[in-house]
């Protein structure tokens, strides 16, 4: 079960049943292509039946494959190379990224500065749509992943080093969704 999640599509490719589990109208992912994956509920009536049902289907050995417009939808989401696996494609874009000389360090506050001026842009486009409402749509922010929380990273940082039992990492909040965690 899932809304607007990509679960579903790890779901779908391993032949799993999936349920869309959708009581209100999302602003931003409404037609994404995960909630047009498996059977959509609205009601938790329509969930409890649905999710009995596949239960019993689940229990009678009834395995139902992909259907041909999930797995259209998922092709859609999904880049398959059968000449290069996903991970070789990822180390040779940062390779790619990468200077000559990989022995110098990063220049953290170029990119603490950079993370600044972006908060400050976002910030007066808030401010400018605010004051002229009426000259733009009705503009509602993205909070499906929340601002990261200092105390919260730091504690969680504390467990790991005691479950890796490592001592001395620092954690840097750069902005409200960029954390640096360095020894």
Aim: hydrophobic share 35%; net charge positive.
């Amino acid at each position: 079960m899932h809304c607007n999640c990509t679960t579903a599509l790890e779901a779908t490719i391993s032949n799993k049943p999936v349920v869309t589990y959708d009581t209100f109208k999302q602003t931003y992912y409404g037609d994404a292509p995960p909630n047009k994956l498996g059977y959509l509920v609205k009601t938790r009536e329509e969930l409890l039946s649905k999710v009995n049902m596949l239960f019993d289907d689940m229990r009678s050995g009834n395995k139902k494959n992909i259907s041909e417009k999930d797995a259209e939808e998922v092709a859609f989401k999904i880049y398959t190379d059968n000449n290069e696996l996903a991970a070789e494609k990822i180390v040779n874009v940062w390779d790619s990224l990468v200077r000559e000389d990989h022995s110098r360090s990063s220049n953290w506050t170029k990119f603490y500065w950079l993370l600044k001026a972006i908060s400050l842009r976002k910030m007066l486009g808030k401010v400018l749509r605010g004051l002229l409402q009426s000259k733009f749509n009705s503009h509602k922010d993205n909070n499906k992943f929340p601002a990261l929380n200092s105390d919260d990273i730091n504690e969680r940082v504390i467990r790991l080093q005691r479950v890796l039992g490592i001592e001395g990492l620092k954690i840097k909040l750069l902005s409200d969704r960029t954390i640096l965690i360095k020894r």
